[in-house]
């Protein structure tokens, strides 16, 4: 009995780590779709960047195949679901976090059947926001279930803990960022102006934008947004970057603090050579996937730093 419980238990695993992958493609190709549907990369950009008015449509086979993605990966996070249930005596866990998993998708898969007009900015925020969740969730999933972590660094655990809120809260405005088209609102990489008389309007949950084209780009809310996203990013970099170099002088720790090194300089790089190449849609898209990488990696490094039992 328990060889076989041990069995659907690395199974388990193993469907997460697949899931994982898939929520990768998933995620991409969400980015890429939302990128073209915006105007960005297009031949009189950016002229023709800013909310779409039926003008510019994606490619006849890009949405069912999105949609059938998405289908695939539904049917794998029922399995998921039903695969923890096996094992919920054994690792409880497990079997609530695949069903937050679940829920997620579920409230993701609602929010894009109901998903009005683009120029509401929630809408994208909840959209990026909830599937980087999904996809940190399911990395977390897949960790547990395939090593005991050493707890023996506990004085970082709060450090990389912080880490990973922080990177949350910069993936949240770089969504936001993309939600308000403000991603050419600054003329290189020193040109954004910080008017913080126009917080409450650039910050609006409740914003409705009612322009588009240039004209999005150029207000001082748009520069505000993508201010702070890059002041945040700043921030990110110093941060993480300091707690990787801590952690990577312990051995158990040291691959994933390696990692997180490497990936958080990486994401600097992929959004610095966006900026001064003019956001060409295929770099904005890896600066996505970057994203995505640093988001797992100090999830690895959580896992590490957590006992086995939480």
């Not at 050493?150 to 993309?178: D, F, K, M, N, Y």
Request: hydrophobic residues 60%; aromatic residues 8%; proline residues 5%.
């Amino acid at each position: 009995m328990f060889d076989e419980r041990q069995k659907t238990t690395v199974t388990t695993a193993r469907l997460a780590l697949g899931l994982t992958a898939l929520m990768v493609v998933i995620v991409a190709f969400s980015a890429w779709l939302r990128l073209a549907a915006a105007g960005l990369g297009c031949a009189d950009w950016p002229a023709c960047y800013g909310p779409p008015d039926g003008a510019r449509a994606a490619p006849a086979w890009a949405m069912p195949v999105h949609r059938a993605v998405a289908m695939l990966f539904s049917v794998g996070m029922l399995w998921l679901l039903w695969r923890a249930w096996h094992v919920r005596r054994e690792t409880p866990a497990m079997l609530r976090n695949a069903a937050i998993a679940f829920a997620l998708m579920l409230g993701l898969t609602v929010l894009g059947f109901y998903t009005p007009r683009p120029r509401f900015p929630l809408v994208t925020l909840a959209n990026v926001t909830g599937g980087m969740l999904l996809f940190a969730l399911l990395g977390w999933i897949y960790f547990r279930a395939t090593r005991v972590a050493p707890a023996t660094v506990s004085h970082l655990r709060p450090w990389a803990r912080g880490a990973l809120v922080l990177a949350g809260a910069q993936i949240a405005l770089g969504a936001w960022v993309s939600a308000n088209y403000a991603a050419a609102a600054c003329a290189g990489l020193m040109g954004c102006g910080m008017d913080l008389t126009v917080a409450a309007e650039a910050f609006d949950p409740l914003r409705r934008l009612a322009e588009s084209g240039a004209a999005l780009t150029a207000g001082a809310p748009a520069q505000l947004i993508q201010g702070v996203h890059r002041l945040g990013a700043s921030v990110a970099f110093l941060y993480i970057g300091v707690l990787a170099l801590a952690a990577v002088r312990h051995g158990a720790l040291q691959r994933a603090a390696l990692a997180v090194l490497v990936l958080v300089l990486l994401q600097s790089a992929l959004g610095m050579a966006a900026v001064l190449s003019g956001l060409p849609r295929w770099l904005v898209t890896a600066h996505n996937i970057g994203a995505m990488g640093l988001l797992l990696a100090l999830v690895y490094l959580n896992h590490l730093l957590t006992p086995k039992q939480q």
